[in-house]
T-cell receptor, first 109, second 114 residues
Framework: GQNIDQPTEMTATEGAIVQINCTYQTSGFNGLFWYQQHAGEAPTFLSYNVLDGLEEKGRFSSFLSRSKGYSYLLLKELQMKDSASYLCAVRDSNYQLIWGAGTKLIIKP | DAMVIQNPRYQVTQFGKPVTLSCSQTLNHNVMYWYQQKSSQAPKLLFHYYDKDFNNEADTPDNFQSRRPNTSFCFLDIRSPGLGDAAMYLC?????????????FGAGSRLTVL
């Protein structure tokens, strides 16, 4: 079967750096997405990786290793507003989006 | 601003009483999706439309139906809601369903079943 694994919950301190990992086993690969979802709200797009390497976008960066079936989302200079769930999703060979359950990130002052 | 709008944001219904949730988009995207998301779980795709072509997920219960009368609108009908159908229902759109096409989500409709 197809599977996305992410930690259920992480805690970090305001101003610090946190790395959220995602591993996947899917039928083929056509790109990996990271979405942010605040409690009770809709997911919003953060990043997209289809080739190996690091994509940087402001305070957020996303890394992909296709050979390892692995990605991470790196958040720098954490702010209280970054408290949210972070969802990893992979598009498989049939262009279906396979979603992880999300990592709830708690930011403490 | 171009966006995806869902109504109502909150819906309370009684066990077995039909419910219709609506979604409209001004993005002119070809693909529209309905997801069900329960607390701390991954969004679960119920069905999607590619233009007028309807694609039902194999494990979507018959209790869930959908209509897309035109490009801009899509409806989710829950014919006889059960307690297990209480969830957030998310509508999303994309220009296409391959490659880097990003899904744009509406704010969601939270369904409570009494």
């Amino acid at each position: 079967g197809q599977n996305i694994d992410q930690p259920t919950e992480m805690t970090a301190t305001e101003g610090a750096i946190v790395q959220i990992n995602c591993t996947y086993q899917t039928s083929g690969f056509n790109g990996l997405f990271w979405y942010q979802q605040h409690a009770g709200e809709a997911p919003t797009f953060l990043s997209y990786n289809v080739l190996d390497g690091l994509e940087e976008k402001g305070r957020f960066s996303s890394f992909l290793s296709r050979s390892k079936g692995y990605s991470y989302l790196l958040l720098k200079e954490l702010q209280m507003k970054d408290s949210a769930s972070y969802l990893c999703a992979v598009r498989d060979s049939n262009y279906q989006l396979i979603w992880g359950a999300g990592t709830k990130l708690i930011i403490k002052p | 601003d171009a966006m995806v709008i869902q109504n109502p944001r909150y819906q309370v219904t009684q066990f077995g009483k039909p419910v219709t949730l609506s979604c409209s988009q001004t993005l002119n995207h070809n693909v529209m999706y309905w997801y069900q998301q329960k607390s701390s779980q991954a969004p679960k795709l119920l069905f999607h439309y590619y233009d007028k072509d309807f694609n039902n997920e194999a494990d979507t219960p018959d209790n869930f139906q959908s209509r897309r009368p035109n490009t801009s609108f899509c409806f989710l009908d829950i014919r006889s809601p059960g307690l297990g159908d209480a969830a957030m229902y998310l509508c999303a759109t994309s220009r296409s369903n391959n490659g880097a096409n990003v899904l744009t989500f509406g704010a969601g409709s939270r369904l409570t079943v009494l």
